[in-house]
């Protein structure tokens, strides 16, 4: 009877469930300029973005990288900064990626294709540098260990998987991933699990590939290849 009874109350459930209100997500838009997003991160009421700004010079063509903070209760802008204004070595969406530090009141940028820039989040004025000696692709952060993780290019094309401390720039560990010429590669990261997915895209004769890697920072950094798939 006992069992009946909370079958019951289970099918009792699920017709409440279908016959109730279907679900509503609230939201807010946001108008931006014209120029191409590339790059978005929230923090408490703050959405941060990068854009990619083109201006054209004569026959040359300038590049540079805005940075600007909206608020989500006013739907404003509140503060933004042109990096390199016209002579940014950034192209397109290249090293697009921006992360938020709430506790810290920062924000993580690629200032230039070999250097992240930490910048204050109320001023967006820069507080720290980390070089990384070569081209990056793309960084995450473990923001319970306060770690940056940067996968990045050497000029000999050799690929590398670089730990550095967030607050004093300095570098803990470092893996070897691959060599060769990469046309990009994407970082995604699982603080909980400690562990690093790295998408590496070649171009080849039959198009793209890419390489998946998995990286471990439990007990040292260890990396290894996952799997090869067409272009991710």
Aim: aromatic fraction near 8%.
């Amino acid at each position: 009877m006992k069992t009946i009874f909370i079958i019951a109350l289970f099918c009792f459930s699920l017709v409440c469930q279908a016959t109730s209100e279907p679900l509503r997500l609230q939201g807010s838009r946001i108008d931006l300029p014209g120029e191409n997003v590339i790059g978005a991160a929230f923090s408490d009421d703050l959405v941060f973005m990068q854009q990619s700004v083109l201006q054209a010079a004569g026959p040359n063509v300038l590049s540079s990288r805005r940075i600007e903070s909206w608020s989500l209760k006013s739907n404003s802008l509140v503060k933004e900064r042109t990096m390199a204004a016209g002579r940014s070595g950034l192209i397109g969406d290249e090293c697009g990626r921006i992360e938020a530090d709430g506790s810290a009141h920062r924000i993580l940028v690629c200032a230039d294709g070999e250097t992240l820039a930490f910048l204050d989040a109320g001023t967006l004025g820069t507080l720290s540098e980390i070089n990384c000696g070569g081209r990056i692709f793309d960084f995450a952060i473990d923001h319970k260990t306060e770690r940056a993780f940067v996968a990045w290019q050497s000029t000999s094309d050799d690929q590398y998987l670089t730990v550095f401390d967030i607050a004093s720039g300095k570098q803990f560990e470092q893996a070897k991933i691959s060599s060769g010429t990469l046309a990009g590669a994407q970082i995604a990261i699982d603080p909980r699990t400690k562990k690093v997915a790295i998408a590496q895209s070649r171009y080849g004769r039959s198009g793209y590939t890419t390489s998946l890697f998995g990286c471990s920072y439990i007990d040292g950094l260890t990396c290894e290849l996952a799997a090869t798939a067409k272009q991710v």
